[in-house]
């Protein structure tokens, strides 16, 4: 009777220990649970209404680029390729922190000068877009060889300011037969004409 009673005993003091052991070793997974989550930082977001005005000034810019393709029809072809962030700092100057939305577009072949480009500034930044834009211009007008046929397309090329966006338009039929330079100068200013006309509006 007493070996039972004994036994009995043993059995009660081995499940407690048990049950204690097992009791630790939860709580220690729960604590180590609660520190982790607390440890693991957040992604930082960005606020919403910084994206949505960003897509808004994005959208705006393509909406603009589609009418001017529409008004050149088969005479633009500025969109065979599109200069990237880093095409655009390193001809033009012209750093990524300066604007949130770009249409950048110039043609694949060496042969063409025809650009389009429709930037929207970010807050200080559109005197340091509109500086580099006429330092190109000048660049291209005084130091740069052109095709006698290109000429008269490079020294039109306009720099637009409308409707907080800026833009550089160097577009037009390159089928001009004139060969008076004064007269064939007034052609394509006409012509860039057609996307200035578009642009403004589109801001109205």
Same mark, same amino acid.
């Given at each position: 009777?007493?070996? %039972?009673? &004994?036994?009995?005993? @043993?059995?009660?003091?081995?499940?407690?220990?048990?049950?204690?052991?097992?009791?630790?070793?939860?709580?220690?997974?729960?604590?180590?649970?609660?520190?982790?989550?607390?440890?693991?930082?957040?992604?930082?977001?960005?606020?919403?209404?910084?994206?949505?005005?960003?897509?808004? %000034?994005?959208?705006?810019?393509?909406?603009?680029?589609?009418?001017?393709?529409?008004?050149?029809?088969? %005479?633009? @072809?500025?969109?065979? &390729?599109?200069?990237?962030?880093?095409?655009?700092? +390193?001809?033009?100057?012209?750093?990524?922190?300066?604007?949130?939305?770009?249409?950048?577009?110039?043609? &694949?072949?060496?042969?063409?000068?025809?650009? $389009?480009?429709?930037?929207?500034?970010?807050?200080?930044?559109?005197?340091? @877009?509109?500086?580099?834009?006429?330092?190109?211009?000048?660049?291209?007008?005084?130091?740069?060889?052109?095709?006698? &046929?290109?000429?008269?397309?490079?020294?039109?090329?306009?720099?637009?300011? +409308?409707?907080?966006?800026?833009? $550089?338009?160097?577009?037009?039929? %390159?089928?001009? +037969?004139?060969?008076?330079?004064?007269?064939?100068?007034?052609? $394509?200013?006409?012509?860039?004409?057609?996307? @200035?006309?578009?642009?403004?509006? $589109?801001?109205?």
């Amino acid at each position: 009777m007493k070996k %039972n009673i &004994m036994l009995v005993l @043993i059995l009660v003091a081995i499940l407690s220990l048990t049950a204690c052991k097992s009791k630790k070793v939860k709580d220690n997974d729960q604590t180590n649970s609660h520190v982790d989550t607390e440890a693991t930082p957040k992604p930082e977001e960005e606020p919403e209404e910084e994206l949505d005005e960003e897509n808004n %000034n994005q959208e705006k810019l393509n909406a603009i680029k589609k009418l001017v393709v529409e008004a050149y029809g088969e %005479n633009y @072809i500025a969109g065979a &390729m599109e200069m990237d962030d880093s095409m655009l700092k +390193e001809l033009y100057g012209i750093d990524s922190s300066w604007y949130d939305a770009k249409i950048a577009e110039m043609p &694949m072949m060496s042969v063409h000068v025809d650009t $389009f480009i429709a930037l929207h500034p970010t807050e200080g930044n559109g005197d340091k @877009i509109k500086t580099a834009l006429e330092a190109y211009k000048e660049m291209l007008v005084n130091d740069s060889m052109q095709y006698p &046929m290109n000429i008269a397309k490079v020294n039109a090329a306009t720099i637009v300011e +409308e409707d907080g966006n800026y833009y $550089f338009i160097m577009l037009g039929n %390159n089928d001009v +037969e004139e060969e008076n330079e004064e007269k064939r100068l007034e052609i $394509f200013k006409e012509e860039n004409e057609k996307a @200035i006309k578009v642009i403004k509006e $589109f801001a109205k």
